[in-house]
């Protein structure tokens, strides 16, 4: 009876494991989704407009762009919501001279299509050429979360040059975080979109920037950290005590995007910097 059983809940574990390997991406990604004409009119109501087309756009840009000479900054969000909630990086970074554009993922927002690491490093790679093409250079990515794994992504692609990056509450690897969140269900294992974050930037060449929420409970500070300590070219790391993985401190004018940017745009700075000067903590 005992031998009965325990096959039982064996044959049930490995249903689970079924269940979840192949519906795994709705526990990855969580798309907020318009039609086009309530996309387009969300759009006008914070001065931003679909780029580079309203028929098939790339993401949302001020209307009209600013001119600058600084260079374009693309935004690759997190796994929830879409574009158009992260409105706050065009009020930091647009006052201190970029253009910024809101990059959208295949199937969030008004996009069609269904979201995979394969898709949307893909897609950010065209967003990063046609941002290129239409503006030119320099140019410098940020990577929300999930966007972090986007961002590598491109920088490993090599089909386009990127001056500096930043990181938002980034990971080593979704491997780990999948594991540190599901162990019990071999998530490290099953997982398939895994972002491979510091495998992806061995390589980079540019300058990169990581801001890091030392109480975030969605992507542990370990984990960000472990991505700092694998970079082998210019970084710097911010860290935000008491600040968790969906409240830094995003106003625009605080210090630190001014910081972040400056950091990145100077390719003049020390290959390395040592482990006191890299760490801020705000």
């Known amino acids: 009876m005992a031998a009965k059983r325990m096959l039982s809940l064996l044959l049930l574990y490995l249903l689970l494991l079924l269940v979840v390997f192949l519906f795994q991406r709705k526990m990855i990604y969580f798309p907020a989704q318009h039609a086009p004409e309530r996309q387009q009119e969300l759009a006008r109501q914070l001065n931003l407009k679909l780029w580079p087309t309203n028929d098939d756009y790339l993401g949302l840009i001020s209307q009209p762009p600013p001119e600058t000479d600084k260079g374009t900054v693309i935004v690759f969000h997190g796994n929830a919501g879409s574009a158009i909630n992260r409105i706050y990086y065009s009020q930091a970074l647009e006052p201190l001279g970029y253009r910024v554009i809101l990059a959208e993922y295949p199937g969030y927002g008004a ?7 394969t898709v949307l490093i893909s897609n950010g790679i065209e967003t990063a050429k046609q941002a290129l093409h239409d503006f030119g250079g320099p140019l410098f990515l940020w990577g929300e979360s999930l966007g972090s794994g986007i961002v590598s992504g491109i ?21 780990n975080i999948a594991h540190h969140h599901y162990r019990f269900l071999l998530a490290k294992w099953l997982i398939r979109d895994r972002y491979d974050n510091s495998k992806n930037l061995q390589d980079y060449t540019g300058s990169t920037a990581v801001v890091l929420a030392e109480a ?17 070219h210019r970084k710097k790391r911010w860290r935000f005590k008491g600040s968790n993985h969906n409240n830094l401190p995003l106003a625009p004018g605080m210090p630190w995007w001014q910081e972040v940017m400056q950091f990145v745009s100077d390719q003049e700075g020390s290959a390395v910097h040592s482990r006191i000067d890299d760490i801020q903590i705000l």
């Not at 996009?111 to 690491?117: A, F, H, I, Q």
């Not at 500096?164 to 979704?174: A, E, K, N």
Request: no cysteine; aromatic share 6%; proline share 7%.
């Open 155 to 175: 920088v490993a692609s090599g089909e386009v040059t990127v001056k500096g990056i930043v990181l938002i509450t980034p990971f080593d690897s979704m491997a």
């Open 111 to 117: 996009r069609t299509g269904k979201p995979s690491e």
């Open 216 to 232: 975030d409970e969605i992507i542990p500070v370990k984990y960000g950290d472990r991505l700092f300590d694998s970079l082998r």
